[in-house]
């Protein structure tokens, strides 16, 4: 049993999947405070601090250089940081400028998660807390630095010392992410960018390396107080510089262009601080700003099992998988029209996690599979019990809960649709995405009880229909170099579902 789980979130949510978009997403976000959020952006309108960080810069021709954390520590910015961290960690007033609380408190109530302008509202975040630290240290020339875990998979040892008086200090699971590596977001297939578009970049790259690297180190880092932990900033550096990577690969890799819808309107920080959306279209105009490399990472970081054999760590959240985890046995849920536009044709009910693989048998009824292979072809699909016509395909975890072992993270688990033997008799398991604290966290900003979608390509169902066999859900535990034993999460269903919603992603 999972004790004490749902004093993990607080608020109730509507269960309609017509109130689960984006726009309601970004309500939600705005509602949920830590601090008393009228409070605290009545507050932050009356404190100098905030003003003196708002852009004054436009088109600048001399760009500052963000430097990798190895290169950064051996400059007189490296003391100016530690000076500026010291100081906001010392001021208690959450809604100070100039405190770090202050900064910790808009990434939890307005940050944007598995939605769209995760990138860029992430991008103007950075900014402006760069702003603010030099603000703090009076030091105009800091720049914050990025982490390069691709290439240097440990956290730097500034991080990780203990010392008292050591501002970058706090406690963490695991201190190495090579675990939560992964080269799919590079793969020349993503040429979209946006979240909700087919073959796109930004979702690929949030949910592996960006969520994983969260999971794996764990502590504070595994929820959406993550901001506490002084890697966060070097982490969200290095997100922000692997877009422009992306950006700069080019090879039919495209953007929305500037003059679009996409990037109308403003990000919201606070109620008194927003930045236009165009001005995170790039780091180069107003923002000021490019990085010491801009490049891919050309593969993944190699690790010593022994002093003279080096072994390339795999790409543990996207590896296909030769094995399947063993079945679990699991109650099935009854097929049910589960919103006005979302059909549930398979479910399993009450599943727990722990250090174990595990794989959940999905049941699907010959005339259900014959809509799976329509949607895979491109078509749309009907069944006999509603009238609705389905475009799409989702997994959906429903009423998960985690024990307070499993927020403190130092883990994943991989999550694997295993479709039935093709023809020639080979199985096909299909990465779809990544569960661990982090996510679980994320999803309850929007309420409880909490839950997560997963879409997945029509593509994969093509064909389903002349298969013999079941479908199957495995979720892969990935353990850092430390993890949580007995039961972590707690899923009171998984099921799949069809959609009216026509995305591919």
């Not at 009228?38 to 001399?62: D, E, N, V, Y």
């Not at 007033?93 to 307005?110: E, K």
């Amino acid at each position: 049993m999972v004790s004490n789980c749902r004093q993990f979130i607080a608020g109730k949510s509507q269960k309609d999947e017509s109130v689960r978009d984006c726009r309601y997403f970004k309500e939600c976000m705005m509602r949920h405070d830590l601090v008393g959020r009228r409070h605290f952006m009545q507050r932050s309108a009356m404190l100098l601090g905030a003003s003196a960080i708002l852009p004054k810069t436009f088109g600048q021709t001399t760009l500052m250089v963000r430097p990798e954390w190895q290169a950064f520590k051996t400059t007189p910015r490296y003391d100016s940081f530690l000076r500026a961290v010291k100081l906001m960690k010392a001021n208690t007033q959450a809604t100070d400028p100039r405190s770090w609380s202050y900064w910790t408190n808009i990434h939890l109530n307005r940050c944007p998660h598995s939605i769209p302008y995760f990138f860029a509202w992430h991008r103007g975040y950075l900014y402006y807390f760069e702003r603010q630290l030099r603000a703090v240290c009076g030091d105009p020339q800091l720049i914050l630095p990025y982490w390069d875990y691709y290439t240097n998979p440990t956290l730097p040892a500034e991080f990780t010392n203990p010392s008292t008086d050591n501002p970058l200090y706090v406690a963490r699971v695991n201190n190495n992410v090579r675990q939560a590596l992964s080269m799919a977001p590079f793969d020349s297939s993503l040429i979209n960018f946006p979240t909700n578009s087919a073959n796109a970049f930004e979702p690929s790259f949030e949910s592996a390396p960006h969520n994983l690297v969260h999971n794996i180190i764990g502590g504070v880092m595994s929820d959406m107080l993550s901001p506490t932990d002084p890697i966060f900033w070097l982490h969200h550096a290095n997100v922000d510089r692997l877009w422009v990577a992306w950006v700069s690969a080019g090879n039919g890799r495209k953007m929305p262009a500037i003059s679009s819808a996409y990037w109308s309107g403003s990000h919201m920080y606070t109620s008194t601080l927003t930045l236009r959306r165009s001005y995170t279209y790039s780091t180069r105009t107003t923002l000021g700003y490019r990085y010491q490399n801009e490049s891919f990472p050309t593969g993944l970081p190699l690790a010593r099992s022994a002093p003279s054999t080096p072994d390339l760590v795999q790409a543990a959240p996207n590896e296909r998988a030769t094995t399947q985890p063993p079945l679990g046995s699991f109650r099935i849920s009854p097929t049910r029209q589960t919103s006005d536009r979302t059909f549930a044709i398979s479910g399993a009910l009450d599943i727990g996690l722990d250090e174990r693989s595990t794989g959940v048998q999905l049941p699907v009824s010959s005339e259900h599979m014959r809509a799976l292979a329509q949607i895979g072809v491109g078509g749309t699909a009907t069944v006999p019990a509603s009238q609705q016509r389905y475009r799409s395909v989702q997994l959906v975890l429903d009423n998960v809960m985690i024990t307070e072992a499993g927020k403190r993270g130092g883990y994943y688990y991989r999550v694997d649709l295993n479709l039935p033997p093709n023809a020639s008799g080979k199985l096909q398991s299909i990465p779809i995405g990544t569960l661990g604290a982090f996510e679980i966290s994320g999803a309850a900003h929007h309420g409880s009880p909490v839950w997560l979608r997963y879409r997945m390509r029509r593509a994969v169902f093509a064909g389903v229909a002349a298969r013999i066999g079941l479908l199957s859900v495995s979720f892969v535990r990935v353990d850092g170099e430390q993890g949580p034993t007995g039961q972590v999460i707690g899923l009171g269903e998984v099921r799949l579902e069809l959609s009216t919603e026509d995305n591919d992603a």
